[in-house]
């Protein structure tokens, strides 16, 4: 996986969130990762984690992969148009 231009991230979503802005760099390090990991790595709230996850997702920069894993715990990865 390429690692993203961080600045030009940070323009192209400045409607995000902080959260989300911080969760999406989280994914770009060290995605796919479950809503709890990118709390952990982001320093958040596993709530707050939950919701930049699901505004990314609502974006269109995230998805989650695998919702059916044994802890049946939801994983999220960058999509390739946040890749991009």
């Known amino acids: 996986m390429t690692r993203v231009d961080y600045a030009e991230v940070m323009s192209e979503s400045e409607a995000l ?36 996850l699901a505004e990314l997702d609502d974006a269109g920069l995230a998805e989650c992969v695998c919702g059916l894993c044994e802890t049946k715990e939801q994983v999220y990865a960058l999509t390739e148009r946040a890749e991009a």
């Open 17 to 52: 969130s902080c959260a989300a802005k911080l969760a999406r760099v989280v994914l770009d390090n060290c995605g796919p990762l479950s809503p709890a990991e990118v709390a952990e790595e982001a320093r958040l709230s596993e709530a707050d984690a939950a919701d930049a």
